[in-house]
């Protein structure tokens, strides 16, 4: 397909535990973003990567949340010891001149 | 105050009302602005992408903006059934975008 993908769509985990998210966006597109939407709100920025590199993490709640996108394409999202309020939809958007393309999201649940 | 503000509705309108929707923001850096469509479990679509003030048409949708006034609104002509969802206004300036919570809309056959 064309567009962005996310795996997984859904995640459970117990708190404590850790959990990676992936990233693949279009193919070609240089800029990646990830957002945390939680529920009836809009999406808040987390980080974003120019190619291999990572020029705003800003947006990282804590120093359990770690972002990678290494040769340039694919990215993935960790986060380490996983807490209840993490629970959200983590989306991912990619673009090449300024319009973002989303993925659908991955649905994280704290239990 | 919030960067950028939004009604979060929920907005019911009829099958083949106009709709409008609206966003305020503070940032005057802020120079593209943005309105998206998010069906439920699905990520957010881009509608329409807008830089200058004025009114940019694509079939049903209108956007516009006033900057002078930091106000942007979408019109939606004719609304359908398959128009129901959140609309999320957004705007950008370099690389940081900040999104409004977003407006439910829901339009009853």
């Known amino acids: 397909g064309a567009g962005v993908s996310q795996s997984p769509r859904y995640k459970v985990a117990k708190r404590g535990q850790d959990v990676a998210l992936r990233c693949d966006p279009i193919?070609?597109?240089?800029?990646l973003f990830w957002y945390q939407q939680a529920l009836g709100q809009g999406p808040e920025f987390l980080t974003y990567f120019q190619n291999e590199a990572q020029l705003d993490k800003s947006g990282l709640p804590s120093d359990r949340f770690f972002a990678e996108r290494p040769e340039g394409s694919v990215s993935t999202l960790k986060i380490q010891r996983t807490q209840q309020e993490d629970s959200a939809v983590y989306l991912c958007?990619?673009?090449?001149?300024?319009?973002?393309?989303f993925g659908p999201g991955t649905r994280l649940t704290v239990l | 105050q919030k960067e950028v503000e939004q009604d979060p509705g929920p907005l019911s309108v009829p099958e083949g009302a106009i709709v409008s929707l609206n966003c305020t923001y503070s940032n005057s850096a802020f120079q593209y602005f943005m309105w998206y469509r998010q069906y439920s479990r699905k990520g957010p679509e881009l509608l329409m992408y807008t830089y200058s003030s004025g009114n940019k048409e694509d079939g049903r949708f209108t956007a516009q903006v006033d900057k002078s006034s930091k106000y942007i609104s979408l019109f939606i002509r004719d609304s359908q059934p398959s128009d129901s969802a959140t609309y999320l206004c957004?705007?950008?300036?370099?690389?940081?975008?900040?999104f409004g919570p977003g407006t439910r809309l829901s339009v009853l056959p």
């Open positions: 958007a990619s673009s090449l001149e300024g319009e973002q393309f």
């Open positions: 957004a705007m950008r300036y370099g690389q940081n975008f900040v």
């Open positions: 193919s070609g597109h240089v800029s």
